[in-house]
């Protein structure tokens, strides 16, 4: 009494938001890596164009983790836990992306 048992949990609606999610968030990442590369060939400096190309492979690299991510909610069964490692790549990637930007805008 009082708990709740997960055995035959039906996640509605949640892995469809959580998707939905991942789209947004990989969204404005794309937006903050144009962005970026507009700042750097304004500025046209070799730091810059250097920051942009970061920002770039920044976003490539969280656009991976995103699009495995949204594959896996896709399929249909209860997706897995996300791993550990996959959660440190996308932290980094957007960790790194707003350093890269703040050494853009400085």
Known sequence: MGGVS??????GLQPER???AWRRTTLSAAVAAVLAVRTALRDGSATGVVM???CCALWLGFLGVAHHRIRTL???TPPP???PR???TAVLCAVATAVCAAVLVV
């Open 18 to 20: 959580t998707r939905l």
């Open 81 to 83: 836990a996300f791993t």
């Open 6 to 11: 997960t055995a035959g949990r039906d996640p």
């Open 74 to 76: 896709s399929a249909g």
């Open 52 to 54: 942009g190309a970061v």
């Open 86 to 88: 996959h959660a440190a």
